[in-house]
């Protein structure tokens, strides 16, 4: 009796033994990964991957809460760009921080803080596939995005592949769309007989394109109206007429650049992004204009050439010296 107790207590302290050495081993990795091809340039993909702030753009975890508070810390984009979030029981508490970058790759480090403590990586790899991106999206860990842990009973590719294939499925339609429209891209370029200074006042004002643009029309009895700011960035003016209706919005503007947006209503529906560059050249300024979207790429060096009559106008008014083309 006495040995088989002996024995018995032998294997129980075997088994501690063991269970001991098990919970030092270091938890094996977790992993869940998914890919796509994407009719569009890596670049493209690349850059809607590693800027946060578009991620609401197509990620599903995005749609869970509406509500959702988000918050930004680091570079706009890229290595060391931070997103934190706090919403409901589904959506938790988080951050997502890009630690990766490199032309075929991006390393995003996720950390929860509810519905449960956890951490994962998620790692985005892109290579060439013809003209377009083979996309694929690991989810590397303990846990899935919610915080459930993937232990050996849990498959992680059960348990993350569907939520990774919508994820991929939202880049790969948003990454086409920009694709094309960049194809759609116009561009064009004038110099103007004028310091920058004068170039980037005409444009980051949105009151002062109603003596150059060409997107108005020609109706001279138009309704023109502006609001918002008075130069720069939020600076919009709206237009209508019998066959023309419309607005421009100043979205950003530095000495260097002024992006704006254009909507018309009339005679066509369309919404456009213009990036004017502006850069000194000899005495004067050299103007690029590129337009994505939309029709008003047609217009594009009609708009330049009357841009470029309306600065020479005021600087010629501003000197005294009659303006010459």
């Known amino acids: 009796m006495l040995k088989k107790v002996a024995i018995a207590g032998v ?5 501690a033994v063991a269970a001991s050495l098990w919970s030092r081993r270091p938890a094996q990795q977790q992993k869940a990964e998914r890919s796509v091809s994407v009719a ?3 670049a493209v993909v690349l850059a ?3 800027d946060l702030r578009r991620w609401p753009e197509w990620s599903p975890r995005e749609r869970l809460d509406p509500g959702v508070q988000r918050t930004y810390g680091g570079p706009p984009s890229g290595l060391g760009s931070s997103y934190y979030w706090t919403g409901d029981d589904r959506m938790g508490e988080g951050r997502l921080t890009v630690t990766d970058l490199t032309p075929s790759m991006v390393g995003v480090e996720l950390e929860l803080k509810k519905p449960r403590p956890a951490d994962s990586d ?3 790899h892109l290579a060439e596939e013809g003209s377009g991106t083979r996309l694929s999206l690991a989810v590397v860990g303990q846990s899935d995005l919610e915080g459930r842990p993937l232990g050996f009973f849990t498959s992680a590719e059960k348990a993350m ?3 990774l294939s919508i994820a991929l499925a939202g880049i790969k ?3 086409e769309k920009q694709a094309r429209l960049e194809a759609a891209r116009v561009e064009r370029s004038a110099v103007i007989a004028a310091p920058p200074s004068a170039v980037a006042a005409q444009l980051s004002d949105a009151r002062r394109w109603s ?3 060409p997107w108005a029309g020609e109706d001279s009895k138009l309704d023109i109206r502006c ?6 960035a939020g600076s919009t003016c709206y237009w209508q007429g019998a066959d023309a209706k419309g607005r421009v919005t100043i979205i950003a503007n530095t000495p260097s650049r002024v992006d704006a947006e254009l909507e018309t209503e009339k005679p066509g529906s369309s919404l456009s992004d213009l990036v004017f560059t502006i850069a000194a050249e000899g005495a004067g300024t050299r103007v690029t204009l590129g337009v994505t979207g939309g029709t008003a790429g047609g217009d594009v060096e009609k708009a330049l050439a009357r841009l470029t009559a309306a600065v020479q106008s005021a600087a010629a008014q501003a000197s005294g010296i009659p303006a010459h083309d």
């Not at 294997?11 to 088994?15: E, G, K, N, P, S």
């Open 40 to 42: 569009a340039p890596p």
């Open 211 to 213: 003596a150059w643009s």
């Open 227 to 232: 609001g918002g700011a008075a130069s720069g």
């Open 11 to 15: 294997a129980v302290a075997a088994l």
């Open 48 to 50: 809607l991957i590693s």
């Open 173 to 175: 339609e948003l990454a």
């Open 161 to 163: 592949g569907a939520e």
């Open 122 to 124: 998620l790692e985005f």
